[in-house]
């Protein structure tokens, strides 16, 4: 033992001045075998003793039962011999595991020392001669082995129609993309028989280096675009329907946004779109695919959809026209087959065959200085007829300061909601004398009724007929209907004129007292003559077609302190 304590002290003190690499190796090699085997109890394991610290508990339980099994036998002056079944087999297993722990010990500890004692490991590589140059060859083979092998692999290139698509890494990825295209399109296109002629699909194994290798989202691109029938991208959705796509992340939300800038202002609180409006990344039918100018375009101009307009009480057909910027000629073409003269409550007209893609809602904060009404009381006076009325006492609008948030709708105002409202000047009450006296059935009442039914075949203002000594420039409408149609007064008055009066044919002309005369002309006869008082509605002559005409008519003129103005703004 000396002896190899002084081996290991000169075998550690002596070195080599310029050891190889390979000699470095072996050396320490051999001074781990040694150290092995100068001490062999750094690695014994002991089986029994760790069986004996893991069962501990239940060899105490075993003991306590043994005790109890000694003293029946004891008890029944047998010794180790039992008629139990259970007794018998717990006494053979006891005297069975420490023999069999003891035998598994010695195994081990043999095999141990033949394997310490056992040279041909070391013998091995001290007999081993090597050429550093072989070494360093292997070496050199096995590392550009290595970068080969990570710079370059197998790959599987497309081909559709001839063109590349790419090449990426397996025959399963260029099928799992065809699949998935199949798929996404016939959920766009709604055809669920379609398919990818796979015989224009062409697949070849090459040798391609790694960073050339294509991913399955890149290939499944370029199979779309070369296929034509829908496309992937950034779509556009207004109320669930698609409108537009584009490849460009970002740019459909850029276009949103300055639809908004020309309705937002300073006072704005909240600017957004009427319509449910999405952006998804998905597939589309290849025609929505535009440039971001077309897009641009689209979206600030119309689309052809009805907008409606719903008849409220008090509407008249000129009124509805005018506040729709068009012509009640025009309004009609829009409705065929209204008569103008008999439009119901709840009747729904169209306005418009061009809608916006997309409506801007606006929401302003706005404060103001608003007059606030004064209200009215009233004295009766029997000198005045009903319904006539004489300021007695003025009265005077009072001032608020308001606060409200007014919604635009394309920038129309359709909403007001007074958020604070602070009176600055009290409203004062107007006194107004109210006649009590019975008025006469010829009175006029101050508004008009229709003279017949009818369709309007010309209007108020400049026309051009073509019919010679018709005038240019026309001074009512021309109401046209059946020879003999009931004429009636439009409104309360007294006849100033009945006869025939040039261009006009038989006319009648009511003076109402108030500034106002209405014309009733082309009549073919007449029921009432000069000085005569009529009440409204009373029938005052037929329709006819005397004088300039064209056809059976009534020409109805309004006339307003001395000037004709149009009967569509009065009636």
């Known amino acids: 033992m000396e002896k190899r304590k002084r081996v290991s002290e000169k075998r550690l003190q002596v070195k080599d001045p310029k050891p190889s690499f390979w000699t470095f190796w072996k050396n320490n090699l051999k001074d781990w075998i040694w150290y092995l085997e100068e001490h062999p109890d750094w690695y014994v394991i002991d089986p029994q003793a760790a069986v004996r610290r893991w069962t501990a508990p239940l060899r105490k339980n075993l003991s306590h039962t043994h005790r109890k099994l000694t003293q029946a036998k004891s008890a029944s002056h047998q010794f180790t011999e039992s008629n139990h079944k259970l007794t018998q087999f717990l006494l053979f297993a006891g005297s ?52 080969v092998m990570s710079l370059y692999t ?21 099928n799992a993309v065809v699949t998935h295209l199949e798929e996404a399109t016939r959920q766009t296109l709604g055809d669920s028989d379609y398919t990818i002629d796979r015989d224009r699909l062409d ?56 639809l ?11 600017c957004s779109f009427q319509e449910k409006v999405e952006i998804r990344q998905d597939y589309v039918d290849a025609k929505y695919m535009m440039n971001l100018g077309y897009i641009a375009e689209l979206l600030h101009d119309t689309k052809q959809a009805e907008k409606t307009y719903t008849v409220k009480s008090g509407d008249v057909w ?78 005077k609008v009072g001032k608020a300061d308001v606060t409200a948030n007014v919604t635009y709708i394309n920038g129309e105002e359709i909403d007001r909601e007074v958020v604070a409202s602070v009176t600055l000047e009290e409203p004062v009450t107007e006194l107004q004398a109210r006649g009590t006296k019975k008025r006469p059935s010829w009175h006029p009442t101050g508004s008009f009724r229709w003279p017949c039914s009818g369709r309007i075949t010309s209007y108020f203002g400049y026309r051009n007929t073509g019919i010679p000594g018709a005038s240019t420039y026309h001074k009512g409408i021309d109401i046209a ?29 009511i003076n109402h007292g108030n500034g106002y005369q209405t014309y009733y002309g082309h009549n073919s006869s007449l029921l009432v003559s000069v000085g005569e008082h009529v009440y409204k509605g009373q029938r005052i002559a037929r329709m006819g077609s005397t004088g300039v005409s064209s056809g059976n008519h009534c020409h109805f003129g309004i006339m307003k302190n001395g000037t004709f103005v149009n009967p569509l703004n009065y009636i």
Request: one cysteine or more.
């Open 96 to 147: 069975c595991i420490p023999r069999a722990l003891g035998l598994l010990q010695e195994r081990f500890l043999n095999s141990r020392k033949k394997r310490i004692r056992s040279k041909s490991l070391q013998h091995a590589f001290e007999n081993m001669h090597l050429h550093p140059l072989v070494f360093l060859g292997g070496a050199a083979m096995i590392a550009v082995a290595a970068v």
């Open 154 to 174: 197998i790959g599987t290139t497309a081909r559709y129609d001839g063109v590349k698509l790419g090449t990426v890494s397996s025959r399963s990825t260029v």
């Open 203 to 258: 697949t070849q194994w090459t040798v391609v280096a790694r960073s050339q290798l294509a991913d399955q989202d890149l290939l499944e691109a370029e199979l779309t675009e070369q296929i034509g029938l829908v496309d992937y991208g950034y779509v556009l959705y207004v109320n669930e329907e698609p409108v537009a796509a584009t490849k460009f992340s970002g740019a459909l939300e850029e276009l949103l946004e300055q």
């Open 260 to 270: 908004k800038v020309g309705y937002i202002t300073d006072n704005t609180v909240t």
């Open 318 to 395: 000129s009124r509805i026209a005018e506040a729709h910027q068009m012509s009640s000629s025009q309004l009609l073409d829009l409705n065929p087959g209204y008569n103008i003269s008999l439009i119901h409550v709840g009747d729904v007209l169209t306005v418009s065959n061009a809608v916006s893609y997309l409506t801007v809602v606006n929401v302003e904060r706005q404060s103001y200085v608003e007059d606030v009404p004064y209200a009215t009381t009233y004295q009766d006076d029997s000198s005045m007829y009903e319904g006539d009325y004489r300021v007695l006492s003025p009265g």
């Open 481 to 509: 209907n059946s020879y003999g149609t009931s004429i009636l007064a439009a409104d309360g008055g007294t006849v100033s004129y009945s006869g025939w009066m040039g261009g006009y044919g038989y006319l009648v002309i």
